[in-house]
């Protein structure tokens, strides 16, 4: 019985990040470049292919972490989201109307207009306060190299205070050693945000999760780490045929987590970490082909394959005793 008792105390919870693969919707803005994801352009997106996009979009997130807890996810970061609008769209999909999640979403200056958003269970994370922080780049000649702000979320998570940073961090586009410049500006502006927190709380509980473009070894990613002592609970998931996207027959485990030391506090009525993992299960990757196993995603160049996203969402569960 005292068993039973103690599991009947302890509630937990999943916290997941996922880059959805653009997200957009089928119309037209004139101020970002979205004319590759429109009706009339070559890849000839369409509304039934939008509403496919959200529907398995949707299935994925309720069912992240589902084993371990038997419930929806309380957080989802995101990535790729072109406007409010999509994501208003995706709360009330068909797998996420009867969760009645909000979300937090500011445009950014990317210039081809995806953003990073937050989904939230409202029963769960209250909403205190949020603010978007610019990374700021220069191209090579000299001129503002937009990218995706960085998203702080705060609020009371079962009644205690969290702070939640998403992140998507300059891709490799352009090649690795080439780029890395952009993800260390990235790294070293979100050390400023924890600082930030921690002035107003040197105690504050900070989760901070996105696309990194970089892996946990990386210069950028262990820089964070070290700058305020936080946990990388991915570091040990990558492997030769394992992580979060594929790029030519090789993985990376770009969708991350890092955690201030204090989720492994063990006093009683606080936030604790328990696991991590990537959630990749077998109908979100390719099953036949040269590419089997990869994600199963929406396009592969100008090629509609229908599948749910380039990457393989990540969760983590928390627990509050």
Same mark, same amino acid.
């Given at each position: 019985?005292?068993?039973?008792?103690?599991?009947?105390?302890?509630?937990?919870?999943?916290?997941?990040?996922?880059?959805?693969?653009?997200?957009?919707?089928?119309?037209?803005?004139?101020?970002?470049?979205?004319?590759?994801?429109?009706?009339?352009?070559?890849?000839?997106?369409?509304?039934?292919?939008?509403?496919?996009?959200?529907?398995?979009?949707?299935?994925?997130?309720?069912?992240?972490?589902?084993?371990?807890?038997?419930?929806?996810?309380?957080?989802?970061?995101?990535?790729?989201?072109?406007?409010?609008?999509?994501?208003?769209?995706?709360?009330?999909?068909?797998?996420?109307?009867?969760?009645?999640?909000?979300?937090?979403?500011?445009?950014?200056?990317?210039?081809?207009?995806?953003?990073?958003?937050?989904?939230?269970?409202?029963?769960?994370?209250?909403?205190?306060?949020?603010?978007?922080?610019?990374?700021?780049?220069?191209?090579?000649?000299?001129?503002?190299?937009?990218?995706?702000?960085?998203?702080?979320?705060?609020?009371?998570?079962?009644?205690?205070?969290?702070?939640?940073?998403?992140?998507?961090? $300059?891709?490799?586009?352009?090649?690795?050693?080439?780029? /890395?410049?952009?993800?260390?500006?990235?790294?070293? /502006?979100?050390?400023?945000?924890?600082?930030?927190?921690?002035?107003?709380?040197?105690?504050?509980?900070?989760?901070?999760?996105?696309?990194?473009?970089?892996?946990?070894?990386?210069?950028?990613?262990?820089?964070?780490?070290?700058?305020?002592?936080?946990?990388?609970?991915?570091?040990?998931?990558?492997?030769?045929?394992?992580?979060?996207?594929?790029?030519?027959?090789?993985?990376?485990?770009?969708?991350?987590?890092?955690?201030? $030391?204090?989720?492994?506090?063990?006093?009683?009525?606080?936030?604790?970490?328990?696991?991590?993992?990537?959630?990749?299960?077998?109908?979100?990757?390719?099953?036949?082909?040269?590419?089997?196993?990869? $994600?199963?995603?929406?396009?592969?160049?100008?090629?509609?394959?229908?599948?749910?996203?380039?990457?393989?969402?990540?969760?983590?569960?928390?627990?509050?005793?």
């Amino acid at each position: 019985m005292k068993l039973n008792f103690f599991k009947s105390k302890e509630k937990r919870h999943t916290i997941a990040f996922y880059n959805i693969e653009n997200l957009f919707d089928v119309y037209d803005d004139e101020i970002t470049r979205d004319s590759d994801m429109l009706p009339n352009s070559e890849k000839k997106w369409s509304i039934k292919r939008y509403k496919n996009k959200l529907r398995k979009i949707g299935f994925v997130i309720s069912n992240i972490g589902k084993k371990e807890v038997e419930r929806h996810p309380a957080i989802i970061g995101l990535a790729e989201v072109e406007n409010e609008a999509v994501l208003k769209d995706l709360v009330g999909s068909k797998h996420l109307k009867e969760f009645n999640y909000k979300f937090i979403h500011y445009n950014s200056p990317d210039e081809r207009g995806i953003d990073v958003a937050l989904l939230y269970d409202e029963t769960v994370f209250q909403i205190a306060f949020s603010k978007t922080y610019t990374v700021d780049l220069l191209d090579n000649d000299g001129e503002t190299d937009h990218t995706r702000d960085i998203l702080l979320v705060s609020g009371l998570f079962e009644g205690l205070e969290l702070h939640v940073i998403v992140n998507h961090w $300059p891709s490799r586009r352009t090649g690795d050693i080439e780029t /890395k410049h952009k993800r260390l500006k990235a790294s070293q /502006k979100v050390t400023e945000v924890i600082s930030f927190l921690k002035e107003k709380n040197p105690d504050a509980k900070v989760i901070v999760m996105g696309d990194f473009n970089d892996d946990p070894e990386s210069e950028s990613l262990k820089a964070l780490e070290l700058s305020h002592g936080l946990f990388n609970p991915m570091r040990t998931l990558i492997s030769n045929d394992r992580g979060t996207t594929s790029y030519n027959h090789n993985w990376n485990l770009f969708d991350q987590f890092l955690i201030s $030391p204090n989720f492994f506090e063990r006093k009683k009525n606080s936030l604790r970490y328990v696991n991590a993992n990537i959630f990749d299960e077998d109908y979100l990757k390719e099953s036949e082909g040269k590419y089997k196993g990869s $994600p199963y995603r929406t396009y592969a160049g100008k090629r509609y394959k229908g599948g749910y996203s380039d990457h393989f969402p990540v969760y983590m569960v928390l627990s509050k005793k």
